[in-house]
C-alpha cells in the first residue's frame, strides 16, 4: 500500500530553500535506490521523486526520516553551513527553519550519532504520521501540551515532561493546543545504509 502523501502549506515552497539536489545527491552517496530510500523513510517512491526533482518541498517529519536514512542531519539535507566539530551553539547562531508548518532550531553540531533540535510544533501541522524505524529519540516538553503515541497509547505531556524510547516502536507526534507545543528532540542517526530496514510507514487508517 502506497503512503498517503500530505499536502504541503501553501508557503512552504518559499519556506525553504530547495533542497532537491542534496536529496539526490545524498541518496546517490548513500548508494540507494529511490524505491529503498522511500521505503526506508515512510515515503512512496513518486513522494521521493517529487522533492528530488523539487516538484514538492518536504515537511520536517519528511526530513527527519530522510536525515535518519542518509545518517546525516536537516542542516546538510537544507544545505546549511554549520561548522562540524563546534562544541557549543550559541542562541545568536540558531536560525529558525519552518517545514511544512513546523520550526525548528539547530541546537547541535553536525558529524555526530546524534541530532539535537528545538522544535515548534502547531497544531494540525502536516506530517504528523506515524514512524517505524531504527535507533532512539528523546523528548522534552518546553512549552505547551504534546500527545505523543507510542504504539497503541497516547500520552498526553505537559511542559517538562519528557520521553524516551526505541525508534522501532510506532510513534506519533502531534501538538494537543492549538498555541502548539514547543520541545527539545534528539535523535540517533543511521550511520550505514545497510542498516537501514523498512520496518512501515503510516498505520492504515491514520490521516497524513
Known sequence: MSTPEPVEPPDAAEALPAVAPQLRELRRRAQLTLEAAARTAG???AHLSRLET???????????????????????LLGETVA????????????PTRAGGWTYWQA????RSMQALRVHVPHGAQGDIV????GEEWLHVL?????????????LLAPGDGAHFDSLTPHRIAA?????????????LLQSPATAVCLGGPTPGEPA
Open 131 to 134: 514512524r517505524v524505524h531504527p
Open 143 to 155: 512549552k505547551g501540551r504534546l500527545k505523543l503515541r507510542l504504539g497503541d497509547t497516547t500520552h
Open 43 to 45: 515515503l512512496s517512491p
Open 176 to 188: 494537543a493546543d492549538q498555541d502548539g507545543a514547543d520541545l527539545l528532540f534528539v535523535h540517533t
Open 84 to 95: 562540524d566539530h563546534d562544541s557549543v551553539i550559541r542562541a545568536a547562531d540558531m536560525e
Open 54 to 76: 523539487g516538484q514538492r518541498q518536504p515537511s520536517l517529519p519528511m526530513l527527519l526520516a530522510l536525515a535518519r536514512v542518509y545518517g546525516t542531519t536537516v542542516s546538510e
Open 108 to 111: 547541535g553540531a553536525r558529524s
